[in-house]
């Protein structure tokens, strides 16, 4: 008889640990969506920025570029002051857009974007696998 107790206890302890396993993973799921709703709004609203400055940036530079192209050509001679004072202003604000677009590319990395549930729902999963083989 007293068998037949310890079985009801280890088939209710089976069926709740069902139960609790897919409530953990049902909660996790619904967690990575909000974390994936919320990165893909966090990540819009920078791209829009980052568009945003980019133009506003690219009108001014030009104003700025054109000014040190006409103070840098009153500082060198004459027969190489045109070309020569264009070309070392081009060359430095090539680098320096360069350096920003690598810097803006590592921030939008994949791996940025990642929710942090993700492992937690794949270590869930290895779990219940493990429990369920074992």
Known sequence: MQTD????????????????TS??????????IAEMSEKKSETKRNLTALATGAGLLLVGLIYILD???YGLAELL???????????VVGIVTSLIGYLLI???KSNLAPEN?????????????NMVKENLNG
């Open 5 to 20: 107790k310890e079985d009801r206890t280890l088939s209710t302890l089976l069926k709740d640990l069902a139960q609790q």
């Open 77 to 87: 001679p004459p027969d190489y002051s045109p070309w020569l004072a264009a070309l």
């Open 113 to 125: 974007l990642t929710p942090r549930t993700a492992d937690s729902l794949q270590r869930d999963k």
């Open 67 to 69: 000014a040190v192209v």
């Open 102 to 104: 690598i810097m803006s």
């Open 23 to 32: 409530d953990l993973v049902r909660q996790e799921t619904k967690l990575a």
